[in-house]
């Protein structure tokens, strides 16, 4: 079975490529085609795989092409992790917004839009290009903001686009081994959008344990959301949220905190892969060894500014693992091999959350077999939570329909309806710094 990767180039390309050395059953995927736009880029991260690679046997065959139609034709699966303006964009994105006393990460916030408005109409060229030279094939979207990015492709691929994200399986493992549980043995209630979600309840054996964890400030404390949040908030809601959610409960430390930081996530993320790429284009470097470091460095940083304004100290160890691969490879084997199994996943709606329309895409527990991913129905959120989702999930719909038309007016709506924006003002000037710093918006009218 093929599997392309788009954004083969990418930084996290090796940890797919890692879980599967690991598959050895009937079905498994045999062949990985990489595409990136940047060669260079592409030929580091194929000398990484290599090493991984070496000693392995009936290693996945790993071929790379520039060339996307090329890439994708006859693929089962397409995994797309594509960055539309690479982290130089991350970093605009993030410097507009603080200029304007607003959040620029890039999922959230300011960040996010421009982020969005960039990406989505990539996103649909893809989606088009798959429907007409791969039909059969599932897509699998982990690019960000991934909510966003999987509903513009679901209007061209229906249900065979699943965006994924570790997020959500890493606050569910964190629960369940605070509360001594095995993690494959606990059902996870969660629910929400991508980066905008809470988990309400961890079953164990048919028992709801979150209320003891609930109702206990030191167990709250031992854990990074707890920290994160504090125990006394977390009581008052009730319920665990996803950690993109300190963006908006604690926005005002969050915003400080990345001011005072002495450069943005995006530009110290660009700042360590540039040293990667450069020094895995020597021939004679060992790359996998490089990529290794690197990466412990890149999660041991993960939202370190958040962590400071909350002083919720340094990452477990158990934290500083990959988690989106583990999910990207189980999916794949339950579509491919009706292995049928749980996971949490952004599907489109279909009455799961009734202040939605069915085909907004939702993040929530699915039931996946071979005919794709089922969501699974859940109570309905707390009027607090319904009024931030349909909040963003409305501005999520202004961004693409801004993509769609290339309306100015309708890109300033989006960012002035965001929760975390707060001026019509401030709006209208995001959208021209961001039109300035970014070539690939200038179809903003």
């Known amino acids: 079975m093929k599997l392309t990767i788009l954004g083969g180039g990418g930084f996290r390309v090796p940890l797919v490529y890692g879980a599967l050395l690991g598959d050895h059953a009937e079905g498994r995927v045999t062949r990985v085609v990489l595409h990136d736009v940047d060669a260079g880029r592409l030929r580091a991260i194929a000398r990484v795989l290599a090493e ?12 790379v092409t520039t060339d996307l139609d090329e890439a994708l034709r006859g693929a089962g699966f397409v ?167 300190h963006y908006y409960y604690f926005n005002r430390e969050a915003v400080h905190a990345y001011q005072e930081a002495k450069q943005t996530r995006g530009a110290f993320l660009h700042d360590q892969q540039a040293r990667f790429y450069a020094g895995a284009a020597d021939p004679g470097a060992p790359a996998l060894d490089l990529w290794n470091r690197t990466r412990a460095e890149r999660e041991a940083t993960y939202m370190a500014e958040n962590r400071e304004a909350a002083g919720a100290g340094e990452r477990e160890a158990e934290d500083l693992s990959g988690g989106y691969e583990d999910v990207a490879l189980a999916l794949m084997r339950a579509i491919a091999r009706d292995e049928r199994t749980t996971l949490i996943l952004n599907v489109r709606n279909r009455g799961t959350l009734s202040p939605l329309d069915g085909d907004a895409v939702i993040e929530v527990p699915c039931l996946v077999d071979a005919g794709g991913a089922h969501p699974v129905s859940v109570d309905p959120l707390p009027d607090h939570a319904t009024g931030l989702v349909c909040a963003v999930k409305a501005v999520e719909r202004e961004v693409l329909a801004a993509a769609r038309s290339g309306s100015r007016a309708t890109a300033v709506k989006a960012f002035a309806l965001h929760p975390l924006v707060d001026s019509v003002h401030v709006a209208r000037r995001l959208v021209d710094g961001y039109t300035a710093a970014h070539p690939g918006l200038a179809y903003l009218g």
Do not use: K
């Open 79 to 245: 995994f797309s992790a594509i960055r539309v303006g690479g982290l130089e964009g991350r970093a605009n994105d993030e410097r507009v917004a603080l200029a304007e006393g607003v959040l620029g990460q890039e999922t959230v916030g300011a960040g996010g839009i421009a982020y969005g408005l960039r990406t989505v109409p990539v996103a649909v060229d893809i989606a088009r290009r798959v429907a007409r030279l791969a039909p059969d094939a599932w897509v699998i979207n982990f690019t960000n903001p991934a909510g966003l990015v999987t509903e513009a492709m679901s209007r061209h691929l229906a249900d065979r686009v699943i965006g994924i994200c570790d997020s959500p399986v890493g606050l569910g493992r964190r629960i369940a081994r605070v509360l001594g549980a095995r993690p494959r043995e606990a059902w996870v209630d969660y629910v929400g959008l991508n980066h905008l979600g809470w988990v309400r309840g961890l079953r164990v054996a048919g028992r709801d344990q979150l209320p003891r964890l609930l109702a206990d400030p030191a167990l709250l404390g031992s854990f990074e959301e707890g920290r994160l949040f504090g125990a006394d908030w977390l009581q008052s809601l009730g319920a665990i949220p996803n950690e993109y959610l």
């Open 52 to 63: 991984q690679a070496a000693g392995v046997p009936d290693a996945p065959e790993v071929t």
